[in-house]
């Protein structure tokens, strides 16, 4: 009887130290996703709060944007004021909803005194309201100066899951800048300001398009996903230490 049992104790050591060496490594998977969360919400807090800033400070003249983007690679929600004029027919249209409506982001090149162009994202249009013949009024001529939010051109499309630009029917899902341009029937020559500028709620004629678009509500989950993988990690390390506390006999 005292041989079995100590074959059997035998037996059952090597299942007990995989079972445990598993676990280990499960709680130690758990606590780096949770350390990352908490991580990602002290950036996620950080960005919230230069937006907040940035958003809630006075317009600056375009060169003094240009000239942080130049030092820094981001002026992401910086107020902004241009002058210029307006070139409707080389304007893009970029797929967006507004208020649950289906519609265009009307992205319209700006020439600027100096010769350079700067793509305005002048606001939504329905769906049916793509042609720009049938909303003539909002089609400002002569001289305009926009104020609004810089934003930071995209390098790259954001997700392989969005579709890829549909430029012969001047339909874009993701705003890359040199194509819009490119597609605008601006000169070769054309210089282009390295960012684009949303236009803010000052209302066009007509009522369209309906400016001040930018989403700035960016979500913040990250503590919950901490509290979540912290919560696993602490269950599965009062599971282990259960388990080395057992007697020998249960095992």
Do not use: C
């Not at 100066?145 to 001047?170: C, E, I, Q």
């Amino acid at each position: 009887m005292t041989d079995m049992s100590a074959k059997d104790g035998s037996r059952s050591r090597p299942g007990s130290v995989l079972l445990l060496g598993i676990g280990l490594v499960l709680l130690l998977i758990l606590l780096a996703l949770g350390t990352w969360q908490v991580q990602r919400l002290h950036w996620k807090e950080g960005l919230l709060q230069t937006i907040d800033q940035r958003t809630h400070s006075p317009p600056l003249p375009l060169a003094e944007v240009e000239k942080q983007f130049a030092s820094t690679g981001d002026v992401d929600y910086t107020p902004v004021t241009v002058t210029g004029t307006f070139l409707h027919a080389g304007e893009r249209h970029f797929y967006a909803t507004w208020e649950g409506e289906a519609g265009f982001n009307v992205y319209t090149p700006l020439a600027l005194d100096d010769g350079r162009f700067v793509l305005i994202n002048r606001g939504f249009v329905p769906y049916d309201l793509k042609d720009a013949a049938k909303r003539a009024k909002g089609q400002v001529a002569g001289k305009v100066t926009v104020t609004g939010l810089a934003r930071n051109p995209l390098p790259v499309k954001p997700s392989m899951m969005l579709p890829d630009n549909d430029v012969a029917k001047n339909i874009f899902y993701w705003k890359d800048r040199d194509v819009m341009a490119a597609s605008a029937g601006l000169p070769a020559s054309a210089k282009l300001v390295p960012i684009f500028i949303d236009a803010d709620k000052t209302p066009n004629p007509g009522g369209l398009p309906i400016g001040g678009v930018t989403i700035i509500d960016l979500p913040n989950s990250h503590l919950q996903y901490a509290v979540t993988w912290y919560g696993l990690a602490a269950a599965l390390a009062a599971v282990l230490i259960l388990r080395l506390r057992r007697p020998a006999k249960e095992e």
